[in-house]
């Protein structure tokens, strides 16, 4: 089975700007999960769809938001971006069935300037 | 909500010698928990999962980790350290949602570094 896929693996955007970035998951997974890590405040839960429904928000503003296709492919989309957005995005895979256990991608590198 | 916390964000092993890992979970309800290890500029790969079956939990690449309830505890243990084990090791817990849904909460992280 092909794994988590992210894409891009590496971005560079301009303070301002929006970003638009993609997750594939598992095949057969139903639920995408969106985490940023950065060094300051680590790993940190943004919002996770299940069947095309966001289901879950974590503590972030508005300026970032998702959404996820019929075949489950999940995009997560930052508006507006700020200098504090550079991080890493994951995206994480779950099966539903299963005990919580997620599957991470490689992760899209953002780096505003 | 609950939460993690691992103790020392670095840790020096000698190759060859046993790795300890710290981490101690707020739950209270029985808790979901995982390591996680994570390599330069990777997305974090899943080495075990604690799901109330056995509290020694065998992983992969050598590590396992016990559940101690009366001390809050799972620690990730590996008896003999290789160069390739140096990476950022990640506790974590996992979060029933009243969406219906999980997320995982994550503890600070903790850098192996191995050394000749």
Redesign the interface.
């Known amino acids: 089975k092909a794994g ?1 896929t ?1 894409t891009p693996r590496y971005l560079i955007k301009t303070r301002g700007q929006q970003v638009t970035l993609s997750c594939s998951p598992i095949s057969g997974h139903r ?1 995408v ?1 969106w ?1 940023q890590q950065t060094p300051g405040q ?2 940190q ?1 943004l919002f ?1 769809y ?1 069947s095309e429904t966001q ?2 928000k ?1 503590n972030f503003p508005g300026r970032f938001s998702g959404r996820q296709f019929s075949n489950s492919r999940s995009e997560m989309n930052v508006s507006t971006l700020e200098l504090g957005d550079s991080a890493l995005y ?1 995206c ?1 895979s ?1 099966d539903t069935g299963g ?9 899209t ?1 953002l780096t505003v300037v | 909500a609950q939460s993690v916390t691992q103790l020392g964000s670095h840790v020096s092993v000698s190759e060859g010698a046993l790795v300890l890992l710290r981490c101690n979970y707020s739950s209270s309800v029985p808790p979901y928990l995982f390591w996680y290890v994570q390599y330069p500029n990777q997305g974090l790969q899943l080495l075990l999962k604690y799901t109330s079956a056995a509290t020694l939990v065998k992983g992969i690449n050598g590590f396992e980790a016990e559940f101690k309830k009366s001390e809050t505890s799972f620690h990730l243990t590996k008896p003999s350290a290789h160069m390739s084990d140096a990476a950022e090791y990640f506790c974590a817990v996992s979060d029933r949602l009243t969406g219906g849904g999980n997320k995982l909460t994550f503890g600070t992280g903790t850098q192996l570094k191995v050394e000749l």
């Not at chain 1, 005990?99 to 992760?107: K, L, N, S, V, Y």
């Open positions: 988590v992210q639920s999960s985490y680590g790993l839960f996770e299940f289901r879950n974590g994951l994480a779950r005990a919580g256990e997620a599957f991470f991608g490689q992760g590198r």
